[in-house]
Structure formats: C-alpha cells, structure tokens
C-alpha cells in the first residue's frame, strides 16, 4: 500500500498497485481512513496481499519486487530455525493465508531456498493452522513450551441458558 501511495503522490514509480489500492479502498487520498475504517488495520492491510501477488503475476516490477522481498523474509526464517535445529534433512512446510498467493510467492521461496546450505525437503502440510495450533496447545512437551504463555480461568465458564423457540415476546 505504501507503494500505491508513492505511485499516488509522485515519490515512486507508476505501479498496477495504485489502481488495485484504488478498486479495493477508493480515494487513495482517503487510504489511512479506509484501513482504519473496521478498527483491523492489520486485517484490511493484509486483504491488499492478493492484489500484490496479482499484479506480480502480470508483470508489475514494484509488485514483484513486493512479493520477492516476502519471500526473501520467509526464506530467512526457514535457514534460521534449520540453522537453530541442525542435524538432518528438514521438512519445510509452508501454511498459512499467504500461501493462497501461490507461484508470485511460492516460485521466489522455492527459489531463495535452492542451494541451502541444510538439507531441506518440500512438504505438503498435515493440516491447516488451526490444526497446527491445536496440536501446540496440546503437547507441553514440544520444544516451542517455553515460548507459550498458558492462561488458566480462576472459575469455570458458566453456560449460557440455552434459547427456547416458546418463549413469548410482549409487545
């Protein structure tokens, strides 16, 4: 987004990012106010990600150099913790929403990774995030244990009473 707005005011280059900010928020002079808009800006900035990959896709050099410094980040973070782990060979497994941006992202990881110095194998995960964060909270055993903060309730959850289709309403 902040290259839209660098196309918008002048201080970039012309990118395809500036009409897709446009399509999806309006007024690029309104950008700050629409990302704030549903008190998520996280969330809504994010929404701007398949755009991104899009526009990549179809040749925007802004976009693309986008979509390569993430996977340049991403790859990063995969030598650490094979770097951190040692050993053998390591299954990478890529989840999430950004793998939903598919090649614009994958191709440029896949790429940043070839000619690792640790023995990486490509994996098809086991299940979704939500899957994975399940296993996590279950196993206190894992070697992340150390790096979760576990909240415990004083009191139990009471309940809610549950809706009766019978009950009358007084007008």
């Known amino acids: 987004m902040r290259a839209a707005l660098r196309a ?11 009409a897709a900010a ?15 808009r549903d008190g998520n ?3 809504t900035i994010a929404s701007f990600a398949p755009d991104v990959a899009r526009a990549a896709a ?3 050099a802004t976009a693309s150099a986008i979509v390569r410094d993430a996977a340049g980040a991403l790859s990063g ?14 299954a990478v497994t890529v989840t999430g929403g950004l793998t939903g941006l598919g090649e614009p992202l994958l191709g440029p990881l896949r790429s940043a990774l070839t000619g690792s110095p640790y023995p990486l194998k490509w994996r098809s995960p086991l299940g979704d ?19 979760v903060a576990r909240v415990r ?10 809706l009766t289709s019978s009950a009358a ?3």
């Open 8 to 18: 918008h005011d002048g201080r970039g280059p012309a990118t395809a990012l500036l």
């Open 22 to 36: 446009v399509e999806r928020f309006g007024d690029p002079d309104r950008l700050p106010s629409a990302v704030s």
């Open 41 to 43: 800006q996280a969330r």
């Open 58 to 60: 179809e040749g925007d």
């Open 77 to 90: 973070a995969v030598l650490a913790a094979a770097r951190r782990i040692g050993g053998d060979a390591h």
């Open 129 to 147: 995030p939500l899957d994975g964060a399940g296993l996590l909270a279950l196993d206190v055993s894992a070697p992340h244990e150390p790096h």
């Open 153 to 162: 309730r004083a009191a139990p959850i009471v309940p809610a009473p549950p």
């Open 169 to 171: 309403v007084e007008e």
